[in-house]
């Protein structure tokens, strides 16, 4: 073997490959006595799972997307961080009738992830730089969100974000409240 810090090289002889071979030949001494079932072993769930996961952390401030899907009128591209479990959504208005004009917002998400529209398959996957904040969440880069929004356009859409997200719980508390009120103005009329 040639030694790679310099000086004396020395050189290795047939027997010394051969007694290499011999060690790895002792490993599986013959292709008979291997296992029957190694055809159908691929590879174990547990290193794949390892993998992923180091691959994932691998990335700070980045979300990764898992998911494109349609509810009703708008795209929702669901991510997660690559260290953790939660979730982050960013809601875009879908093409209607034909046009692209109304999913402006989308296609620049897609221009800016590198994404053409005819392979949105290939968006799933994709890190998209973002920052942390511990009182608003995640916050997807200006340049993967229409960065030449007004600060007035933001606020709109980050009410219409947060409405949309908690619309479940607004309506519950909606219901009971009006209940409760009904409950109210009876008492007070029979009272």
Do not use: C
Not at 113 to 133: F, I, K, N
């Amino acid at each position: 073997m040639a030694d790679r810090s310099g000086g004396d090289e020395s050189v290795s002889t047939t027997a010394d490959r051969e007694g290499a071979d011999n060690a790895d030949a002792d490993a599986f001494p013959d292709s008979e006595t291997l296992p029957d079932d190694l055809d159908d072993a691929g590879v174990d769930e547990e290193v794949k799972r390892r993998l992923r996961e180091a691959y994932l952390n691998d990335e700070e401030n980045a979300l990764i997307v898992t998911r494109v899907r349609s509810v009703g009128d708008r795209v929702v591209v669901e991510m997660r961080p690559p260290h953790g479990d939660a979730t982050h959504t960013e809601r875009f208005d879908a093409p209607r009738d034909g046009s692209l004009q109304e999913s402006e917002e989308f296609l620049g998400f897609l221009d800016a992830a590198g994404v053409s529209p005819l392979d949105v398959d290939e968006l799933v996957g994709t890190r998209v730089p973002a920052t942390y904040d511990s009182e608003t969440g995640w916050r997807v880069d200006a340049a993967y969100r229409a960065a030449s929004e007004a600060d007035g356009e933001s606020r709109f859409a980050d009410a219409r974000e947060w409405l949309w997200t908690y619309k479940a719980w607004l309506l519950a508390a909606l219901l009971v409240g009006g209940e409760l009120a009904f409950v109210a103005v009876i008492i007070l009329l029979y009272a």
